[in-house]
């Protein structure tokens, strides 16, 4: 599986661009047109992790903004931890392997979201857990040549 460290030029582009469109509409006061744009900024920044961060380190301070607790608190174990869905049983298995690797405490676990701690986790039970969890999203031929190069 291939880890992203840096955001292509192209895709830059219309990540800065949002950025700035959420700055505008947040200077403007218009919190649910900032808030959409944060989200797509998001979405762009999924595969690289400084962009990901930065835009959860973006939204944690939305929710102050806002003074919205959930927000707050959604946030700050996405900037601590890492997380990812799994399904029922898949998250099941790794948090029976290791306490570094539980279910989200809400609604959210119960349909698989699940918190890594990478502090405390192994790299050999981290690679197995991304593995795992974009097998579930990704494309069929893309599973198929994960599981055929394990």
């Known amino acids: 599986m291939k880890f992203y460290t840096k955001i ?4 830059e582009f219309y990540y800065k661009l949002e950025l700035e469109k959420y700055y505008d509409e947040y200077m403007h006061g218009d919190y649910t047109r900032a808030w959409n744009h944060l989200e797509r900024a998001h979405i762009i920044a ?14 944690l301070q939305f929710g102050f903004k806002i003074k919205n607790r959930k927000e707050i608190f959604g946030q700050i174990p996405r900037l601590v931890f890492g997380g ?3 399904t029922k049983i898949d998250q099941e298995d790794f948090s029976s392997l290791s306490p570094s690797i539980y279910p989200v405490d809400n609604k959210w676990g119960k349909q698989g979201w699940t918190i890594i701690d990478l502090e405390n986790v192994t790299q050999k039970l981290l690679s197995d857990v991304l593995k795992t969890a974009y097998c ?6 893309l599973v198929e040549l994960i599981n055929k190069n394990k």
């Open 8 to 11: 292509p030029k192209k895709l």
């Open 136 to 141: 579930e999203v990704a494309p069929k031929k």
């Open 84 to 86: 990812v869905k799994l």
């Open 46 to 59: 999924q595969k690289y992790p400084y962009q990901h961060t930065f835009v959860h380190w973006k939204m």
